[in-house]
């Protein structure tokens, strides 16, 4: 069921949008990416909860979807992801009273999202049960600077925003927001690998050969950093696998799903 959840931050409350969805003894929590929120999703999480047995948390991050908007003309600040992680997130299971010492979830993120999982995982090794990552972000590339300029320069044009407009309360002011701070030049050295060897999980790792915002050094890296990583390499699939190659996606996640202790 939708609802809205009150959390604490360090600049004060923050209204978010989320959903408890399925059934099971173990919680996934679903993270979107950067221009995603909780409608973004889909069917996949349900679909995904529903073959893996799993309960579900799927909501939109601060500024996103429809949970309170960020105020306008703030730049982001460039550890955004970074707060989302270790400030956000914990607050959120919190306000759902949802304990991770006692039932840690398995994290399920996409793009920025998988970036947050790592880095919440990194940040609390004993609160996550797994992370499972789709075209994850462990530091920056011209080629994703690349992407988002072009979609800058195309912004004007009216179709990316007609369609963040059936997400977002605010579309401007979350492709603004997160255009402007990866293309910012304090961005450019932007890395959390140097976090990564404190994760201490199963971590899956999935990655299409024909990502527009990363290359396979992304997998690379993660697998040299994380040591519990398997790689899933999908041929001829594009920064979103979830949705491209819904089925082979689905099975192998409830395949190293199954493989987790009881």
Known sequence: ML?????????????LEAELIGSGARLIVFLHEGLGAL????????????????????????GYGRSQRRPPGQAWPSDYLGIEAREHLPALLHALAIDPAREAPILFGHSDGATIALQ???A?????????????????EPIARAKIE??????????????LEQL?????????????????????????SDTLAAIRCPTLAIQGTLDQYGTLEQLAELQR???????????GCR????????????????????????
Do not use: N
Request: glycine share 8%.
């Open 3 to 15: 609802q809205r959840v009150l959390i604490d931050a360090a600049g004060g409350p923050i209204e």
């Open 39 to 62: 409608a973004g999703w889909g069917d996949w999480p349900r679909t995904l909860c529903a073959a893996a047995g799993c309960r579900g948390l799927v909501f939109s991050r601060y």
């Open 120 to 122: 919440y995982a990194a």
């Open 124 to 140: 609390f090794p004993q609160a996550a049960a797994a992370v499972i990552v789709l075209a994850p972000h462990l530091f920056a």
């Open 150 to 163: 072009q979609l800058r320069q195309g912004w004007h044009d009216g179709r990316l925003r007609a369609k």
């Open 168 to 192: 977002h309360d605010d579309p401007d002011q979350v492709f603004m927001g997160w255009s402007g701070c990866w293309l910012a030049p304090a961005f450019q050295g932007w890395s959390i």
């Open 225 to 235: 950093r994380v040591p519990r990583a398997e790689l899933l390499t999908l041929e």
């Open 239 to 262: 920064h979103v696998p979830h949705e491209e190659q819904a089925e082979t996606v689905r099975d192998a996640v409830v395949a190293f799903l199954s493989r987790l202790p009881a």
